[in-house]
């Protein structure tokens, strides 16, 4: 059973940086592409970021291109979210995912089968 733990969230002023990590267990890490969702109060969860299998592709939404970077360490097992610049408009529970399928990292929430419980982050102006 795949299983999803994010952590890092908080509360910051604006400008500030935060750092989210997401560890996975249940099966082989590295055969599978990552993804970072955010769902912000009344709306819906949206794309921020993705990173194939091998760390070698990464996509952003438009709206933190230039501010956050995707990584992960596949000898941890573990998915990375760094968040530079942080606005208020980034506040929102952030979550870690994974496709049910090898890939090319989805982009769709609906492509993700495995999600973690999510962490909050905060920011204030």
């Known amino acids: 059973q795949v299983q999803l733990v994010e952590s890092g969230g908080g509360l910051v002023q604006a400008g500030d940086s935060l750092r989210l990590s997401c560890a996975a267990s249940?099966?082989?890490?590295?055969?599978?592409?990552m993804g970072w969702f955010r769902q912000a109060p009344g709306k819906e969860r949206e794309f921020v970021a993705a990173i194939s299998w091998g760390g070698g592709n990464t996509y952003y939404a438009d709206s933190v291109k230039g501010r956050f970077t995707i990584s992960r360490d596949n000898a941890k097992n573990t998915v990375y979210l760094q968040m530079n610049s942080l606005k208020p408009g980034d506040t929102a529970v952030y979550y870690c995912?994974?496709?049910?399928?090898?890939?090319?990292?989805?982009?769709?929430?609906?492509?993700?089968?495995?999600w973690g419980q999510g962490t909050q982050v905060t920011v204030s102006s």
């Open positions: 249940g099966r082989t890490f590295s055969s599978y592409a």
């Open positions: 995912a994974q496709p049910e399928d090898r890939g090319l990292p989805p982009l769709l929430p609906l492509s993700y089968a495995y």
